[in-house]
């Protein structure tokens, strides 16, 4: 293979690894504008030098630069935060070093323990056991109202036993924008599950944007099948995103990690 060739697969990989280490480092920082930061340093280093995705697999490398850099900077989070920014602040001091990272980076992004060990540092039982406390840490710090706008009832009713089964309760379940600014207004959640595109046609954005409008700001988590589409870097994105079709992990760790970070940002059209 040419020198020409192998630089081309790697910018190839790295393309398709794009959104996804966008979101990773947004959910490290608590900052789309940090988080893009970090993610272009993290190619810049990478496009530098070439060596630094030796023996890994590009999307592991990628990952495993992105944490590096991130971690050589302090590990730095969103500073000098009011209200549930600076609530967050407060929870995150609490878990146990590396295991919200572990978490996002197994349950989120897909990787194995085996992964997630390379990407931080760590043995493969360790990454395992950061995630699991992680989850325990979490889970013991936070339960709320959830409201859930889904259209499709298969959906909508995974969903509730999965929110429910974790403690949270369920205001109910709205498949169109308009059930869902009154389901919402009728019974203020903490947290709102969201589809994107709904039964009418209608827009779950928008029903999120309208929610917001009416209760304030409060933690969301969008699902899409096409999470690419929304992390262009575009226009203000969300903070938790997760795709269809959906691991039970995925959803718990969403869930777990919106409540318990309070992060608010959404995203608008």
């Known amino acids: 293979m040419t020198d020409t060739t192998e630089t081309h697969n790697i910018s190839d990989a790295l393309g398709k690894c794009l959104p996804y280490l966008r979101r990773y480092a947004r959910a490290l920082t608590g900052s789309q504008a940090s988080g893009d930061a970090f993610a272009a340093a993290s190619l810049e280093a990478i496009l530098t030098d070439r060596s630094v995705l030796d023996g890994v697999e590009v999307r592991t490398g990628v990952f495993r630069v992105l944490y590096s850099i991130w971690a050589s900077a302090g590990a730095p989070i969103e500073e000098g935060e009011t209200g549930m920014r600076a609530k967050a602040q407060k929870h995150l001091a609490k878990l146990t070093n590396h295991s919200r990272e572990a978490l996002l980076l197994h349950s989120i992004e897909g990787f194995s323990f085996e992964e997630v060990g390379t990407i931080i540092g760590v043995e493969t039982q360790e990454a395992n056991e950061l995630v699991q406390i992680a989850r325990r840490e979490m889970s013991d710090h936070v339960t709320g109202s959830v409201m859930i706008i889904e259209d499709e009832a298969v959906i909508a009713m995974d969903l509730e036993s999965i929110v429910s089964d974790m403690g949270h309760r369920v205001t109910g379940i709205a498949r169109t924008q308009a059930e869902a600014v009154k389901l919402g207004n009728a019974d203020v959640p903490d947290l709102i599950l969201a589809d994107i595109q709904l039964a009418d046609n209608s827009s779950g954005i928008?029903?999120?944007?309208?929610?917001?409008?009416?209760?304030?700001?409060?933690?969301?988590?969008?699902?899409?099948?096409?999470?690419?589409?929304?992390?262009?870097?575009?226009?203000?994105?969300?903070?938790?995103?997760?795709?269809?079709?959906?691991?039970?992990?995925?959803?718990?760790?969403?869930?777990?990690?919106?409540?318990?970070?309070?992060?608010?940002?959404?995203?608008?059209?």
Request: hydrophobic share 45%.
């Open 206 to 269: 928008d029903a999120v944007n309208d929610l917001l409008g009416d209760l304030g700001l409060r933690p969301v988590i969008f699902i899409t099948a096409f999470p690419e589409r929304l992390l262009t870097g575009n226009k203000p994105e969300p903070a938790f995103l997760i795709s269809k079709p959906y691991t039970v992990d995925q959803v718990l760790s969403a869930v777990s990690q919106a409540m318990f970070f309070s992060s608010t940002e959404t995203l608008h059209k």
